[in-house]
């Protein structure tokens, strides 16, 4: 039950987030910029055009996101997301630049937010193996 519930609540922050950023790339265009650069440099098939790179970090987000709240392949599903959120958490939350203490420590939380985020994703994408071996273990001990 619990397991049920948490995939859409932990999917929500990226289906939310994902559209918004997929309807209003130039949110977050100009802070992806040196990373979408750096990025299509080392990896084909990236965008270098930074609004369509990261309308299709949203897109992907609210597709992903949708699949994990829906239960459909929700370890690929988190294993996607955890990718979308590396680079978004890099180039949204520079806290290491930020001079400002106040604003150093608002981006200091986004930051640990994310990391903890990407965290349960972590446990969403590896669930499958904890559960075959609990039913494999109840299957053993019911012989």
């Known amino acids: 039950m619990i397991r049920k519930l948490a995939r ?13 950023t997929l309807v209003g790339p130039e949110r977050v265009a100009a ?6 650069g750096a ?14 790179a990261v309308r299709l970090n949203g897109a992907v987000q609210v597709l992903a996101g949708a699949c994990l709240a829906l239960g459909v392949a929700p370890r690929a599903s988190a294993a996607a997301l955890a990718g979308t959120l590396v680079p978004t ?5 520079p806290f290491w630049e930020v001079e400002d203490p106040q ?11 994310n990391l903890s985020m990407f965290g349960g994703l972590l446990f969403a ?19």
Not at 8 to 20: H, K, S, T, V
Not at 45 to 50: Q, Y
Not at 134 to 140: L, P
Request: net charge positive; aromatic share 8%; charged share 30%.
């Open 31 to 36: 802070k992806a910029e040196s990373l979408v």
């Open 103 to 113: 604003e150093r420590a608002q981006q200091r939380i986004h930051f640990l937010k």
């Open 125 to 143: 994408a590896t669930d499958r193996k904890r559960h075959r071996r609990r039913k494999s273990h109840h299957q053993w001990c019911s012989q």
């Open 89 to 93: 958490t890099y180039a949204g939350h």
């Open 39 to 52: 990025i299509t440099d080392r990896l084909p098939g990236v965008p270098k055009d930074v609004e369509t």
């Open 8 to 20: 859409p609540m932990l999917a929500a922050m990226f289906i939310a987030g994902g559209y918004n």
